[in-house]
């Protein structure tokens, strides 16, 4: 994966809007997804959060991923370091970073000495030797400083070998690598995207020989803006339809005159283009058409991280039929379609897999509904998909809660008659043992009087 992130000055405007997940921030005294919301933030900060993503999951899985800034984040600097001698231990942003793809800086200073440089620009990637002289179709009078010397990159595949687990030290250093430039770049400039689009050509065709036969290059363009030349950006993407790639532009602009520009570029090109808005836009036009679906935050990276699916891609372009319902669900969850019932013949059996699935699974930010929901909406998937099966089913729902309703009263009233039978039999209790004392006392007082008139009676006879 080669990522092109723009860090152009138009990036620093605030229309960006963030996700700040409320179940991170536990720790800080509140309870967890209690404070999920998207929150505005400038267009860097946004992107920013999904290259880190991107950097994070290609560390975890070994996936070879680069990320390439449009701008020089040095240029700055090195303007300071050419007025005030104080800036010369200023540290040095470099403007490609990668996560298990790094620079092996002594052979690439062993192989720039050997001269071999005549004759064209020398690119090196991936410790391929690429000499350009005039493949890309540039003017005669176009200066070869354009190019820039790149070095010799090499990868890590840490899926090859599982016994060899330095590759994992290694993946986490480029993380924190990566974080480390991320933070500290600043935007500037404007968007030279003809200059990388070359610059990725020779990188991808250095390294096809090394994929097999169905595998693709994903390639992520980031950016908010339109390239600086049009009509060789077009070539150079015409280019690209000779190599196994696979792009992904993702937009960090509502502007009018880009969002055109971007959304007709695959009707010039053969090449499979996947044009991505932001994470609230893309879930709004998810919502219009397939309003069952929660589009969440995984659903939008996995789409970054160039994994192609038809069905996502139909997800906001029109409602899905009831077989392509059945294997989203399915991807979704991460199931065979095969182990899921077959929704026309069996709905009351596929809605209670769904059902199931949803249940095991934790709750996802709705951005249109601004909530945690589950994946799944069963109510508007019957009303949608389940025809007359889910209004038996609801019917017979209907009834049934009528019937427990019914019951519910009747174990009410004999819970309330047992309960004042209970309190008449308690107070007939009480009643008779009072009269049982009552009695016991009366006779006791009857027997002392009878004893004492007794006394008195002998007495006075005496």
């Avoid at 793809?101 to 192989?111: C, F």
């Avoid at 030797?129 to 179709?137: F, I």
């Avoid at 899921?340 to 709750?363: M, Q, Y």
């Avoid at 909406?377 to 099966?389: C, P, Q, S």
Wanted: proline share 3%; aromatic share 8%.
């Amino acid at each position: 994966r080669i990522w092109m992130v723009d860090n152009s000055g138009s990036m620093s405007m605030g229309d960006g809007r963030r996700f700040l997940d409320g179940n991170k921030n536990v720790s800080a005294g509140r309870k967890a997804g209690r404070v999920s919301q998207m929150v505005n933030c400038t267009r860097w900060e946004e992107l920013r959060d999904s290259v880190m993503f991107h950097a994070e999951l290609g560390s975890d899985l070994g996936a070879p991923t680069m990320f390439r800034l449009l701008n020089n984040p040095n240029t700055a600097l090195q303007a300071q370091n050419d007025h005030d001698s104080s800036y010369e231990d200023t540290y040095i942003l470099p403007q490609i970073v990668g996560i298990c793809v790094r620079r092996n800086d002594a052979l690439d200073q062993k192989i720039s000495n050997t001269g071999r440089k005549e004759g064209g620009i020398l690119t090196r990637f991936f410790g391929q030797v690429k000499q350009s002289n005039d493949d890309h179709g540039m003017d005669d009078d176009e200066d070869e400083n354009t190019f820039e010397w790149e070095g010799l990159w090499e990868m890590d595949f840490g899926a090859l070998d599982d016994t060899d687990l330095e590759w994992v030290d290694r993946a986490r250093q480029d993380f924190e690598h990566v974080a480390s430039v991320m933070h500290e770049v600043e935007p500037r400039y404007t968007t030279p995207l003809t200059r990388h689009i070359w610059a990725i050509y020779d990188q991808v065709k250095a390294i096809k020989k090394f994929l097999r036969p169905s595998q693709k290059v994903a390639i992520v363009i980031a950016t908010d803006g339109l390239p600086n030349e049009h009509v060789s950006f077009l070539n150079a993407m015409r280019m690209m339809q000779k190599l196994p790639v696979y792009i992904v532009v993702r937009l960090c602009t509502d502007d009018d005159a880009a969002m055109h520009f971007w959304k007709t570029l695959d009707l010039d090109l053969n090449v499979p283009v996947e044009i991505l808005d932001d994470f609230e836009s893309e879930a709004h036009q998810v919502y219009s058409m397939n309003p069952w679906i929660t589009y969440s935050l995984p659903l939008q990276r996995i789409r970054e991280w160039g994994y192609r699916s038809e069905i996502l891609e139909s997800l906001r372009d029109r409602p899905l039929t009831i077989e392509e319902m059945r294997d989203c669900c399915a991807l979704i969850f991460g199931v065979p379609s095969l182990n899921l019932c077959d929704p026309k013949t069996n709905w009351l059996g596929f809605r209670e897999d769904i059902e199931a699935l949803v249940s095991h699974e934790s709750r996802q930010w709705h951005p249109v509904l601004r909530r945690t929901k589950g994946w799944i909406n069963l109510k508007v998937l019957g009303d949608i998909y389940g025809g007359k099966a889910e209004q038996r089913r609801r019917d017979a729902e209907r009834k049934l809660q009528k019937e427990k309703k019914i019951q519910e009263k009747k174990r009410k009233k004999e819970r309330k008659n047992n309960h004042m039978k209970s309190r008449r039999l308690s107070d007939s209790h009480r009643y008779n043992a009072y009269s049982k004392t009552s009695r016991n006392a009366r006779l006791q007082l009857a027997s002392s009087i009878k004893s004492f008139s007794s006394f008195t009676r002998n007495k006075m006879h005496k």
